[in-house]
C-alpha cells in the first residue's frame, strides 16, 4: 500500500472511530450526527464502512434502539481512549506547553460537595491557573454519571454506595452520620437514640433516587423498622433549614454541620457506615493535564496519595 492510501484510510478510520464513539454515547445516529455537523446518512455509511472492514458488526438493530453487539463493546473500548486522544492532543499540548495557562476543566458534583469538599481545592487552582477555564456542573447520581460516560465532564466527585464496572471510585474523605432535630425536639432530650426511636417521626431527605436515602432505606431495613418521609428536599442547606424550623429530622452526615446551626446532633455511627466522598472517573478516560492538576490539588488538601497512572 503506498504512502497516499495509508493516509487516506488512517484518516477515514479516525472519523468512522468517531462517529461509532459519538453514535453509542447518544444511542442515536441522528444524535450523533448532530454533534458531529454531519448528515444522518453520512454518519450511518461511516459505520458501515467500518463493520465492513473489519468485517464485525458493531449494533444490534431493532428499529429505533442501537444496542452494541460483544464485537462493538470490545471495539469502543479500544477506540474511545484514542478518539479522546487525538480530540484533545491540541488542547493537552498547549496546556502542557503553555504549563497549563489555558484551556478548560469540567467537574460534575452535587450541591454538599461543592459546598463543602470542593471549595479550597477550586480556590487554589483558580489562584494558580488563572487561564484554564473551571466549570462545576451541579449534577449527581444518576445525571452524574450520564454526563461522565457522554464525556461532558472529566471527572465528578462526590458520593457512591455501588461502583459500576465502567466506573473507577477514589475515596477522598470520610465524615460520620449524624441525626439532627430541632434542639427543643423530644429524641434531642434521650440520653441514647436508637433506630426506633427515629422511626417514630417524619425524615426530611433528598431526593430518593440519591445514596443517602438508599442509605436509610437499607439500614432501616436490616432492622425490621420501617420509617416515614415526610419531606423530600434537594441540598442538606435546605434540609438543615427545614428542621431548624421543625419540619421534620433528618439524617445527614457532619460535612455540612459547621456549628454555627440551631439543631441538635446526636451520632449514628453505631447504625449507619462513614460516608464517603470521593474522584468518579470513566474507565479509559483520558484526563487532560488540567484534570489531573486539580486531582492532584484535591488530594493535597486531604493529604491522599496521588492518583496513579
Known amino acids: 500500500m503506498n504512502t497516499d492510501k495509508q493516509s487516506y484510510y488512517k484518516n477515514n478510520r479516525l472519523k468512522q472511530m468517531r462517529a461509532f464513539c459519538e453514535?453509542?454515547?447518544?444511542g442515536s445516529m441522528t444524535l450523533a450526527a448532530q454533534r458531529l455537523f454531519l448528515s444522518q446518512p453520512s454518519v450511518t455509511l461511516q459505520i458501515q464502512a467500518m463493520e465492513r472492514e473489519l468485517?464485525?458488526?458493531?449494533?444490534?438493530?431493532?428499529?429505533?434502539?442501537?444496542?452494541l453487539t460483544p464485537d462493538g463493546d470490545v471495539l469502543y473500548a479500544l477506540a474511545k481512549p484514542l478518539v479522546d486522544?487525538?480530540?484533545s492532543l491540541q488542547q493537552n499540548f498547549t496546556a502542557l506547553h503553555d504549563k497549563l495557562e489555558s484551556g478548560e476543566l469540567n467537574i460534575g458534583a452535587g450541591e454538599s460537595t461543592i459546598l463543602y469538599i470542593l471549595p479550597e481545592a477550586v480556590r487554589r487552582f483558580v489562584a494558580a491557573y488563572p487561564g484554564v477555564t473551571l466549570k462545576i456542573h451541579n449534577e449527581t447520581g444518576r445525571d452524574g454519571l450520564k454526563m461522565l460516560r457522554?464525556?461532558?465532564?472529566d471527572f465528578a466527585v462526590g458520593s457512591l454506595l455501588d461502583v459500576p464496572d465502567d466506573i473507577t471510585y477514589q475515596s477522598v474523605v470520610t465524615y460520620d452520620p449524624v441525626l439532627i432535630t430541632p434542639t427543643d425536639h423530644p429524641l434531642a432530650k434521650l440520653a441514647k437514640v436508637t433506630l426506633l426511636d427515629i422511626s417514630q417521626y417524619g425524615l426530611i431527605l433528598p431526593p430518593r433516587h440519591l445514596s443517602t436515602w438508599r442509605m436509610v432505606k437499607y439500614v432501616f431495613q436490616q432492622h425490621n423498622l420501617n420509617f416515614t418521609v415526610t419531606l423530600e428536599a434537594g441540598g442538606w442547606e435546605v434540609i438543615k433549614k427545614y428542621v431548624e424550623l421543625g419540619m421534620g429530622i433528618?439524617?445527614?452526615?457532619?460535612?455540612?454541620?459547621?456549628g454555627s446551626e440551631n439543631l441538635a446532633r446526636i451520632p449514628l455511627g453505631q447504625y449507619f457506615p462513614q460516608r464517603g466522598y470521593g474522584l468518579v472517573f470513566r474507565k479509559g478516560r483520558f484526563l487532560s493535564p488540567q484534570a489531573r492538576r486539580f486531582v492532584e490539588i484535591l488530594n493535597e488538601v486531604y493529604s491522599i496519595a496521588p492518583l496513579s497512572d
Do not use: H, N
Open 23 to 26: 453514535v453509542v454515547q447518544t
Open 55 to 67: 468485517g464485525v458488526t458493531v449494533f444490534e438493530r431493532r428499529g429505533p434502539v442501537l444496542k
Open 85 to 87: 486522544g487525538i480530540d
Open 150 to 153: 457522554a464525556d461532558e465532564i
Open 250 to 258: 433528618s439524617v445527614v452526615t457532619d460535612i455540612c454541620l459547621t
